[in-house]
C-alpha cells in the first residue's frame, strides 16, 4: 500500500472526515462533518504542503551543515598548507 495513500487516510480520520466520496444515497443520511469533495481535497492539500515544508527544513538544514563541514575542511586545509611551508 503506497505511503502517500495511507498518510492521506490518516489525516481524513485523524479530521474525522470519510475516506471515501459518499454517493448521492448517503450524502441525504450524512451528517454535518461530512466534507464536499473539494473540502477533502483541500485539507490533503494542507497535508501535503506541510509535509513537503517539513522536508524542504530537514534538506536545508543537512545542506547547511554539509556546507559548513566542507567549508571548516578547507580552511583548515589551508591553515595546514601555510604552516607547513
Not at 27 to 35: H, R
Not at 50 to 65: M, N, R
Request: hydrophobic share 40%; net charge negative; aromatic share 8%.
Amino acid at each position: 500500500m503506497p505511503a502517500k495513500l495511507v498518510r492521506d487516510w490518516l489525516e481524513l480520520f485523524v479530521a474525522g472526515k470519510p475516506l471515501y466520496d459518499p454517493d448521492e444515497t448517503t450524502s441525504l443520511l450524512a451528517d454535518s462533518s461530512a466534507l464536499e469533495p473539494d473540502d477533502r481535497q483541500r485539507l490533503l492539500n494542507d497535508a501535503d504542503f506541510d509535509e513537503y515544508k517539513v522536508t524542504t527544513h530537514i534538506i536545508q538544514s543537512i545542506y547547511q551543515s554539509i556546507s559548513q563541514s566542507i567549508s571548516q575542511s578547507v580552511r583548515v586545509g589551508l591553515i595546514a598548507e601555510v604552516l607547513q611551508c
